[in-house]
């Protein structure tokens, strides 16, 4: 990402007469729609965002519009410093003031991210191969297949993006994919109208003609304010990831309890668990909790939920854990549903042999916010064992899913939809999706972020379409 001291001289030109009157109402555009959308102040607004990520976002994204815009008397705030200041700036920042001129914020989907040297893009909107991006702080932050709105220039040598970034979200992302598609269907009198219309909103700021110019232009400030709205929803709310489980249920800790009555062994307990078919032993001291079969009226994961399934490689479903550790009997679900279950089971198989359980839950919000309070999670186990471990719960969850109906395939199962050329497309967007947020779930160095994929677009006979 280009550094924003590279256009200090342009930002203090900002504060001069014609820009200082111009500006604002370019800001306003960025922004404004949003705040009546939501129903915010511009001030709430700020206060929501933070002002520092509203400066580096909101009004970046405004400041860059302005230095590609013409107004009515064919004045731009580039040409003006340029031609005014430029002998103070070095050839590369003029060179770099001058290609931020000319550019167009798109929407980009970002792979092949190298960190600190690069990262390719394509362009969502105007189509055409990827294109190489000399980058280093982004790379940093960015997983692959994020989608972003950037503006991608040119100079010297090197491809490069500004600095005013927002990362998508999928489904808003999808919201501008879809306003451009209406956008390129408008003869060149609606574009005219359109672009009127923008003229009037923005006071004496028109937009010049849009049958002449890149339309991008135009739909600069939309874009803004489709990623600003999907912003404000997510800090109100503060809804994290929907997470449920394979019976639909909401996402919960449950870590059930139990001591062991006095003169109870550990062989005591072995033996009556042994006596239950619901419980497979995988060691001396754990054992796994199932399920026969698929559970009926499984609600299946969307764009906007994360549905998390464990199954054994016989086809049951993972219930929970139980593990014996010294004097205690600890059993570990995801769901209050599967806590009171569970701990039917456990009291019926025991009996007298356990005393009354103790049962503690942890949200994933409260689990969240112990982890960004510095709390260290728990390692009991050597890192990459735990991360094999992980992967390979991912990859039996995925397989399974290859054969299973998927809402985002129109019903059907990932290989039955990958063999029409439609059907592709559709697997190819959910391979995508599925690939961004396991990546964003966990740290950038951790099991879930460093887990590969390519198996599954190989599976389904798609790796040539991995671009």
Known sequence: MA????????????????????????????????????????EDLVSTLGEGFFMST????????????????????????????????SASVRSYM???????????????????????????????ESILISERAA??????WDRIAA???????QTLISGAVLPYEHAASEE???????????????????????????????IVDLTQIEPLHALSPMITNTWLIEQIDRTDSAVISNVRNAEGDEFLICTVRYPLEAGTTG?????????????????????????????????????????????????????????????????????????????????????????????????????MASRNAGTPPQQEIPEDQACAIIHDTLDRHYRDLLDQPIPMLAGKSPRAAAKTARGRIKVVEWLK???????KSGDNNGAMANHSFRWLWTELGVSDLRV
């Open 139 to 144: 790379t940093r932050s960015l997983k692959q």
């Open 267 to 367: 062989d005591d307990i072995r033996t009556s668990l042994a006596r239950c078919p619901e419980l497979r032993q995988e060691n001396a001291t754990f054992w796994n909790w199932v399920g026969p079969g698929k559970p009926s009226g499984v609600q299946k994961g969307t764009p906007e939920s994360l549905t998390f399934e464990t199954w054994l490689d016989d086809g049951s479903l993972v219930l929970g854990g139980v593990e014996l550790d010294d004097e205690t009997l600890i059993l570990t679900v995801n769901s209050r549903a599967r806590s009171d279950l569970g701990r039917a089971l456990l009291s019926k198989t025991l009996g007298s042999l356990v005393g009354q359980p103790l049962v503690e839950t942890e949200t994933v919000e409260q689990l």
């Open 3 to 42: 550094n924003k001291h590279l256009l200090q001289g342009l930002m203090k030109w900002l504060t001069r007469d014609p820009w200082r009157d111009r500006f604002p109402e370019i800001l306003d555009s960025h922004m404004l729609p949003a705040c009546d959308e939501v129903g915010l102040e511009v």
């Open 58 to 89: 909101v009004w970046a994204c405004a400041f860059e519009d302005l230095l590609t815009r013409e107004f009515s008397d064919g004045s731009n705030i580039v040409d003006d410093y340029l031609k005014r200041r430029g002998w103070k700036e």
């Open 151 to 157: 503006r991608v220039v040119r100079v010297g040598t």
């Open 176 to 206: 501008v994919i879809e306003a451009w598609r209406k956008f390129e269907g408008l003869n060149e009198k609606e574009r005219q109208d359109l672009a009127d219309q923008l003229g009037q909103a923005l006071g004496d700021a028109p």
């Open 98 to 128: 001058a290609a931020l001129r000319g550019s167009v914020v798109s929407l980009y989907e970002v792979s092949d991210i190298v960190r600190d040297t690069s990262f390719r893009a394509r362009d969502l909107l105007r189509g055409g």
């Open 433 to 439: 999706l599925i690939e961004n947020r396991t990546a």
